[in-house]
C-alpha cells in the first residue's frame, strides 16, 4: 500500500482509517477520500511452436530474474495497444492480439496492487527479436522447461494458459 501522508487537495495530514466501506487515506480537513485501486498490466503470452517468449528484467523489482513481456497501461489507451505497444518496446517484435484468457493479482509491490491481464499476442515474424526497454536479454523457452520467474503472479498465468490451451 502507497503511504499517502499528506492530502493531495489541501496540503493536510491524511488519516488511515475506515470510511465508505473501507481503510483508506482520507483528509478530515477537507473531506478528501484518496481510493486507491489496481494498477492494470498488459501481460502476454508469446509462443512460437511450443516456446514461450520471456524477457530478462534490467530493473527492479526483481532485476536479473526472467519475466513475461508486459507493462502498465498508460492512460488514454486501450488493453490491445497496451499490449503490442509493450511488445514492441521490450523486444521489438510486432505482434497482434488473439484474445485475452484470464487475470492474475499481485498485493503490496513497490506499485501497490496490481491486476495482471493475460493476453495471447500472435508474433508472425520473430527475425526482429532483440531486447529492447527495460530488459537485457530476449529468449524463447520451452514452456514445460522454465526458468525460474521473478513473479509469482507470471507463474500463474503461464498455468492458466497451458491449462486452457490443452
Ligand atoms: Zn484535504
New binding site residues.
Given amino acids: 500500500m502507497h503511504q499517502l501522508k499528506y492530502?493531495s487537495?489541501?496540503?493536510?495530514e491524511?488519516e488511515f482509517s475506515f470510511i465508505d466501506g473501507n481503510n483508506r487515506f482520507h483528509?478530515v480537513?477537507?473531506?478528501?477520500i484518496h481510493y486507491q485501486n489496481p494498477k492494470p498490466t498488459a501481460t502476454l503470452i508469446c509462443m512460437k511452436n511450443n516456446q514461450l517468449l520471456l524477457g530478462r528484467r534490467d530493473r527492479n523489482p526483481a532485476k536479473g530474474k526472467w519475466g513475461l513481456i508486459g507493462g502498465f497501461m498508460e492512460l488514454n489507451e486501450t488493453l490491445e495497444e497496451a499490449a503490442i505497444r509493450e511488445l514492441y518496446e521490450e523486444t521489438k517484435l510486432v505482434g497482434e492480439v488473439v484474445n485475452i484468457f484470464g487475470t492474475s493479482s499481485h498485493f503490496n509491490t513497490v506499485f501497490g496492487d496490481v491486476l495482471l491481464i493475460g493476453i495471447v499476442v500472435n508474433v508472425k515474424d520473430w527475425d526482429t527479436l532483440e531486447a529492447g526497454d527495460d530488459i537485457s536479454e530476449a529468449k524463447l523457452f520451452e514452456i514445460n522447461n522454465l526458468p525460474n520467474l521473478a513473479f509469482d503472479s507470471h507463474l500463474e498465468l503461464i498455468e492458466l494458459y497451458k491449462k486452457l490451451s490443452h
Fill in positions: 492530502c487537495s489541501c496540503g493536510s491524511n483528509c480537513k477537507c473531506g478528501t
